[in-house]
């Protein structure tokens, strides 16, 4: 019993630690836990049971690839925090407070269970600087042109790519896709009695057409049932829930065209549409706050596309899961209006109705290669390694181009080398990795949303996303952001061990800015696949003309790909 007992990955709580039988796991706590004369101790100062609670969890020192979880601290506001012990990840300690967090470290990932020492030069030669910075010089040169899909410049960045994926001994898979962004050609609702026109924004989902005819007004307080609109079109002034507007907007119209009508208006005040914005965005008509940001932002220095900025925005819209086979329009209105005021009174107003859309087409595409691994079953579990290899083209207008040497030249030549170095290692590794090239990432995570759509490999067996997007630029304090790690604490945990040994700090949490859409991990994230973001650089220069070769801070480009190299190396090489 005592074998198993010590050969099994465990969990001690309470005073469970103090059994004789754990005195060998006790004794080997990594640095800087300490366990003496039965106190624990951090950084020096004892654990006070009463106040304080310790989590830790590191490597079992008897058995390879099992683990050891003590929770110390018999406070009821210890306790209380007993339900987050796996929130914390592994190879880490947090010690509590009442209740809440007070200091929290990484063990070194010296200790980790795989037998190689990462932080070896052997490991650290396969990054080469001078080749991130060959990678990016070309990416950003002027032959290029800012990598606007569509653009020769951006097919010679992809003949880029596949040539580098042959070099190393990768088969490249190319995986072509269109971006398609549309925009209102025709957009009329016009009273059939004061030939007036009425302002109207059509829903993105909507059919073309026209129609011509009498409608009802349906107010917030009148229901739907039991009432036949056919023939008719239908006027519907909704009180929005906050929440969910997108699904109560689905489940009025699902029900109105169910019933017969013919055409919907939807009454709305205009600064009452921002929520709605993914709806019913396009590059000729952006809602009030949308535009006023983009405004402000292109005064600021920030080149704006309004085609990249419309697409990048009505990506968010969720497609109905029904068809909409008549035109749906939403009408900024004020009380004050006369039809308005008229329709209130019950008066039947007809309209005539013209709706039709007109598309830009680009073609892009994701390209891509696998590395698999060796062992028999692992191998069929995929860690994806992306990041986009688009970005703004040209301003025309202004004769210049927007090189993207941090967005996301920089993504691009670390992932290059880290697959270079991955397959130094290939007989190393147990689990597969997959390489991806996004395409279409400004313009919505077009090119990450089509792979999942259509993946490499069976989508369940991908297991882990992580993302490079503008790892080359610096802050004052040359720290790297684990963009989700508040999402998928375990992943960051991963990475955050190799810092110190790195001498790199870590960002602040800035997931709630950064996370939702923010880049090509998103997608994944949304069907249940941990992902995370890396991030290193100023914000404020990103779209602008300051994100150049110049801003590129190569030492730090360096520190950043050799981290992500040994996150992506210990979890393909980690036993099962």
Do not use: C
């Amino acid at each position: 019993m005592e074998e198993k007992i010590l050969g099994s990955s465990f969990m001690l709580l309470g005073e469970s630690w103090k059994n004789p039988l754990f005195s060998k796991l006790i004794s080997k706590i990594p640095s800087p836990v300490v366990f003496k004369d039965e106190n624990f101790i951090v950084d020096g100062e004892k654990v006070d049971e009463a106040e304080e609670s310790l989590l830790l969890t590191y490597p079992h020192p008897l058995r390879h690839g099992k683990w050891v979880t003590i929770y110390f601290g018999q406070s009821a506001e210890g306790l209380s925090r007993a339900r987050y012990i796996f929130f914390y990840g592994w190879d880490s300690y947090v010690l509590f407070k009442k209740g809440r967090p007070e200091k929290r470290g990484s063990f070194s990932p010296l200790r980790s269970f795989t037998s190689h020492d990462f932080l070896s030069q052997d490991h650290f030669s396969k990054i080469e600087p001078q080749k991130l910075k060959d990678h990016v010089s070309f990416l950003v040169s002027p032959e290029l042109a800012g990598r606007l899909p569509g653009t020769s410049g951006y097919g010679k960045a992809q003949n880029y790519l596949t040539k580098k994926l042959e070099e190393m001994g990768i088969s490249p898979i190319v995986q072509p896709f269109n971006i398609t962004v549309r925009d209102i050609e025709r957009s009329d609702v016009i009273s059939r009695k004061s030939k007036r026109e009425v302002k109207a924004i059509p829903l993105s989902f909507s059919k073309e057409g026209q129609w011509s005819g009498p409608f009802l007004f349906l107010g917030p307080s009148q229901k739907e049932n039991g009432r036949d609109f056919s023939g008719k079109g239908v006027i519907i002034d909704p009180d929005f829930p906050k929440d969910r507007s997108d699904e109560f907007l689905m489940e009025k119209i699902r029900e109105l065209q169910s019933k017969g009508a013919k055409a919907i208006l939807i009454l709305s005040k205009e600064e009452d549409l921002d929520s709605l914005a993914p709806y019913m965005t396009y590059p000729s008509y952006f809602p009030p706050k949308p535009e006023e940001r983009l405004r402000n932002r292109e005064e600021e220095g920030y080149y704006i596309q309004r085609s990249i900025e419309a697409s990048k925005v009505s990506s968010r819209a969720k497609a109905p899961d029904f068809p909409i086979r008549i035109p749906v329009f939403f009408v900024p209105y004020s009380p004050k209006e006369e039809w308005v005021k008229a329709l209130r009174e019950g008066e039947e107003i007809h309209f005539e109705v013209s709706l039709r859309f007109k598309e830009i087409h680009l073609k892009d595409m994701n390209i891509g290669g696998i590395i698999y691994g060796n062992d028999p079953g692992l191998k069929e579990e995929f860690l994806v390694l992306g990041g986009h290899y688009d970005h703004l083209g040209k301003d025309e207008k202004k004769g210049v181009y927007y090189s993207g040497a941090d967005d996301n030249a920089s993504g691009v030549a670390a992932l290059l080398e880290i697959g270079h170095a991955l397959m130094e290692r290939k007989k190393d590794l147990q689990r597969s990795l997959i390489l991806l090239f996004s395409g279409g990432e400004e313009w919505g995570l077009k090119g990450s949303e089509h792979f999942l759509q259509n993946p490499f490999v069976p989508l369940p067996h991908i297991k882990t996303m992580l993302s490079l997007d503008a790892i080359g630029g610096s802050t004052k304090e040359k720290e790297v952001f684990f963009i989700g790690g508040t999402f998928h604490p375990s992943l960051a945990e991963r990475s955050r061990r190799f810092l110190k040994s790195l001498g790199m700090k870590e960002g602040r949490d800035i997931d709630r800015y950064a996370f939702t859409f923010g880049s090509d991990h998103y997608p994944f994230h949304q069907r249940g696949i941990p992902s995370l973001n890396y991030f290193a650089s100023d914000y404020k220069k990103l779209h602008t003309l300051r994100d150049n070769l110049e801003a590129i801070d190569f030492d730090h480009l360096g520190k950043v790909t050799r981290l992500i190299y040994l996150t992506a190396y210990e979890y393909l090489t980690e036993p099962p």
